[in-house]
């Protein structure tokens, strides 16, 4: 768990990005892209594959350089997670966490260790190698490595891809829990479903460009009437939205 | 960068199997290299079969000849010869590979042989060959050999020839007592030298008509007498013409024991250093930690130090080992140690930076392994091939190529190193130091499309 004390959402932007640009030869990933993320905030950023997502976490992760822009923490450190889960498979899962807890230069390394393993619910496999845990065990640990240095805003990259449906609403609750004890959490999917059940804040992206920002309950509205006969689906409104903008 | 070296060395542990391979596989490889490039060829097996009969003998007169035993003795030190009773025998042999070649000695060899000594024999002396060309380099093998035992064997016959034509010259010019061969006759020998004195003695009553044909009779024999010396200098020298004098005008040449062991370590560090570095490199983008890692925790420049400092560090322990291990059998100049320990360091820094750059550029763990054998194994066998075996410009390209990778002057080192007569280490330090900057920097650029 983060060493940061909790933190009431909404307190204050703990991150601001403003005009953000990035392109690759002649595609533009990212054009002109700007917004705030609360303390405490649940921010999905949704869209179709190419749509600029990855490479907008990326650039708040500091792996990649944007062509233009500037981002601002208050607190200065950003968590990462990546897509694939970054793990040393022949290592237990406590040799992983206290090789990263070293790494990070964690002060308490052993008793960060045993929080996150409390916190994982891993706490009684911790002697077993990474490579005999489950997809969804693998993506908790892989996600406890990006919460070590205690960061205040934590950026999963498409945390539940290749996940089952079970390990999925595991992981989701573990996100969640994550943010009501403060940490801002900043994740892509193409998963509207997910977005909708655990996302305070959606920022849905295409074409290298933001054409939404607000909660699911705003997108609904935004996407207009649902035709008569169909059942409330979150995906169907996306894909109304998504038509509506011409996408 | 302390956390990552005990992660390696802790991943290290847990593949035990791999581990040992990584070890064992360049050591036997490396032993087995260096004793087959070291070790004189051992003498090669011919079936041999003799069919002259048990009696028969080679005469070249008074001065003797050759025995059997005798030939077969001087034969047999240059080869191992296994005996065999029959022809059908020979060929078995020589078809299923026990021996090298067959040699079979006819029945009418020796009587051929004396008639071409003695008379003008038309038909000469042959002796068969069965051989068994299943390869090329087998081929040439048993070429090079049987044109080299027929050589010595015309070499210690043109001597004994040679030693009985100096006797007959020398009855010639000053006369002796001659055995006739196969007629047990002896005649005396008057000689050029005794004639001539006779007829100087008989000069004084001759008229002066006869003095003067006496004198042209005289003179010829004091001629044919000082030129029968000459001709007895002139044979006695083809025993040997050529004298060899061996002056070594370029480089310094170890005990061939040391160069064994400083192929076989130079080849044992390189393939341990550049496949456990290559592949440690390599894991971390499949792993997806080399992205994690980057990103804060350590640099891309602390990262490939940290893997050149891993792979340094298995270079001392594997080689240390294998120079342990083979002390028993072969004599280590342990009191070097202040310069072994500094040669396998560069030698191990150059392969490891080599290893950085080829799993940087494979960027997957298996490509990388094949990249580094098919880069490492041909490196290490062209940079064994000696100066005059091949033409002057292929041994340029040769020896820019090898310049190029560190086994070269990762052998040198250690030859140096091992051996007080071996060559400098001063310019091979100085070329593992380049390569290792070198092959770093080809890392580091490398690692930009790593991710």
Known sequence: ?247 | MRWLLLKDLQLLRRSPLVTALLITYPIVLAVLIGLAISRSPEKPRVAFLNQIPQDAGLSLGDTGGFSQQEARSRLCAKIECVTASSRAEVEQKVKDGEVLGGLILPPDFLSKLQGELTTNASEPATVEVLVNQDDPLKAQIVDDRISSLLNQANLLLSEKITDVAVNYEQLLATGGEFEIPFLNQTVHVLGLERSEQILRSIQGGLSPAQRSQVEQVTDFARLARENLALANQLLSSIRQPIAVDKQVVAGSVPPLDTFAVAVAAAITLLFVTVLLVSGSLALEREENTFTRLTRGLVSREGLLVEKALLGTAAALVVTLLLLLAITPFESIGWSRIHLIVPAILLAGAASSALGLAIGAAAREVRASALLAFALALPVAFISLVPSGTVSKGLLDVIHVIAGAFPFRPALESLEGALSASGPSIGLPFLHLALLTVAYLAIARIALRRFA
Not at chain 1, 25 to 37: F, I, K, Q, T
Not at chain 1, 140 to 150: D, S, V
Request: charged share 25%.
């Open chain 1, 1 to 247: 768990m983060s060493e940061n004390p909790p933190r009431a959402r909404g307190a204050g932007p703990v991150l601001e990005v403003d005009g953000l640009s990035k392109s690759f030869g002649e595609r533009r990933a990212l054009r002109d892209v700007s917004l705030d993320v609360q303390a405490g905030e649940l921010l999905a950023v949704l869209g179709p594959n190419g749509a600029g997502k990855t490479t907008l976490l990326s650039i708040l992760a500091g792996i990649t350089r944007p062509d233009a822009g500037r981002i601002t923490s208050s607190n200065g450190d950003v968590g990462w997670v990546p897509q694939q889960a970054g793990l040393y498979r022949r290592l237990t899962v406590e040799e992983n966490l206290r090789l990263f807890a070293h790494m990070e230069d964690v002060e308490d390394v052993e008793g960060t260790v045993a929080r996150m393993l409390d916190q994982t619910g891993l706490q009684e496999r911790r002697h077993d190698p990474v490579s005999s845990l489950s997809g969804g065990n693998q993506q908790r640990i892989n996600i406890a490595i990006g919460l070590l240095g205690a960061p205040s805003v934590l950026l999963l990259d498409e945390p539940s891809s290749g996940l089952d449906p079970s390990q999925r609403v595991r992981l989701w609750e573990f996100v969640a829990g994550l943010a009501e004890a403060g940490t801002t959490v900043i994740y892509s999917t193409h998963q509207i479903e997910e977005a909708s059940h655990y996302g305070d804040r959606l920022v849905v992206r295409a074409d290298g460009e933001t054409i939404f920002d607000g909660s699911f309950d705003e997108l609904r509205h935004a996407a207009g009437p649902r035709p008569e006969g169909t059942a409330e689906d979150p995906e169907n409104d996306f894909v109304r939205f998504l038509r509506q903008r011409g996408h």
